[in-house]
């Protein structure tokens, strides 16, 4: 049979619908905060519940005025349709595989483990910044959230306040020192 008919590739099915930025490494738990879980179910909530619903009602009312071939509403209704069930997959596999864990509920208080708010400094410049380290899909660096398989969280992970760590940036190597390590 022609590989045009069937789903076949290198990759699998997931990693055609996960940007390369929220993808785990092979063999790892989808760790997350109770907050993002909560994010990524109330999301599938909406789509399930109210955003889904509306556009196969605009679909069928679009497939209902007849040639289909020509039909912008129904075409782009068609599309979107598969993009908000390509979601709702994710999501699905995603809640599944998640792995919640509380930051609250940490042992070892004084070391960087998921979960931690971490304020560093450059050790070149003194500048201090703080970032939460979170699963990959509630990952934000513009709110102060990174990824736990980060280069800077990777390097992070089981320091204590006043250690140095060296990581590869992308601007190349830093090394920063932990000012405080807190869990909120």
């Given at each position: 049979m022609n590989k045009a008919f069937v789903k076949e590739g290198e990759g699998s099915e997931?990693?055609?619908?996960?940007?390369?930025?929220?993808?785990?490494?092979?063999?790892?738990?989808?760790?997350?905060?109770?907050?993002?879980?909560?994010?990524?179910?109330?999301?599938?909530?909406?789509l399930v519940r109210t955003e889904r619903p509306?556009?196969?009602?605009?679909?069928?009312?679009a497939a209902s005025n007849g040639?289909?071939?020509?039909?912008g509403d129904y075409i782009y209704g068609k599309k979107r349709l598969r993009e908000i069930d390509r979601r709702i997959?994710?999501?699905?596999?995603?809640?599944?595989?998640?792995?919640?864990v509380d930051p609250a509920d940490q042992r070892g208080m004084d070391q960087v483990f998921f979960g931690a708010t971490v304020t560093i400094a450059d050790v070149d410049d003194g500048?201090?910044?703080?970032?939460?380290?979170?699963?990959?899909?509630?990952?934000?660096?513009?709110?102060?959230?990174?990824?736990?398989i980060s280069p800077l969280a990777r390097a992070l992970l089981k320091a204590r306040e006043g250690d140095a760590v060296r990581f590869a940036s992308p601007a190349?190597?830093?090394?920063?020192e932990v000012v405080e390590v807190r869990y909120i």
């Open positions: 997931e990693d055609d619908e996960v940007p390369a930025g929220v993808r785990l490494p092979p063999g790892t738990r989808n760790y997350m905060t109770r907050h993002g879980y909560e994010a990524l179910r109330s999301e599938l909530d909406h509306k556009m196969v009602e605009t679909v069928a009312w040639d289909r071939s020509e039909n997959r994710f999501l699905i596999k995603r809640i599944e595989s998640a792995e919640v500048d201090e910044q703080t970032w939460q380290i979170v699963g990959v899909d509630e990952a934000d660096a513009s709110a102060g959230r990174i990824s736990w190349g190597p830093r090394e920063v």
